[in-house]
């Protein structure tokens, strides 16, 4: 699958070595993507990776991914152009500049804001909840991070669920797209918990069932 990641930061990174590994190609797109950092983004990735414009990196892609910074992603959209038709995936935390609390939210959500600024794309909320270090190794001893994720195209949510599966993730449907005003909130717990802890990235929520 050709997938493009708009940003190339830490979120960007995993997902995209991540993929790369499994064999999807992968281009990010980057505000500069001739810049050293990109350039060790890139290399770190393997061989099925490159750096483009955001527009460049997104024209060809079926899937775009969505990873940088609240306040970043409409221009970051912006730039990419058109994306009618394509699947994207929105792993955006709306948080405020200094990262303690949530920008909006319960009435809406930052998935949400993103369909809007997209129109015609087929936006699924995933990869929020969960830290970087997870995306790029979602085991936990035997047990393996949940990866919720949620949505208004059927087809477009099984192209997420699969891509989740691949890095790892046991992946659950948590319904339509406003149900990212539950999710993001969610992930604003975790990043609390992670702090207060000291746990990093070394933790993850793990839905249990039994019948
Ligand atoms: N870090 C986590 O563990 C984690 C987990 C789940 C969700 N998230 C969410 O995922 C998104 C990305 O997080 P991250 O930790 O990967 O962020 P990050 O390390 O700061 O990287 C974000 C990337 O976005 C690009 N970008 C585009 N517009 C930008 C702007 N205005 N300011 C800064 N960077 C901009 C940059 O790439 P270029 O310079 O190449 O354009 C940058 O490398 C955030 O919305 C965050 O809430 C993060």
Redesign the pocket.
Known sequence: MNIAIL??????GALGAGWAARGHRVMYG???PQSEL?RQRVRAAGDNVHAASLDDAARHAEVVVL??????AQ??LQMAGDLRGKVLID???P?TEDFRNLDIGHTTSAAEQVASWAPGAKVVKA??S???GAMADPWFGNENATMLYCGDDEDAKRIVRRLAEELGFDAHDAGPLSIARYMEPF?MLYIKLAIKEGWG?NCAFKILRRE
């Open positions: 940003g190339t930061g830490r979120v960007g980057s505000r500069n990109v990873a940088t910074p609240w306040q970043g221009a970051a792993c955006i935390n948080l990869f929020n969960v830290s970087a992930a990235g």
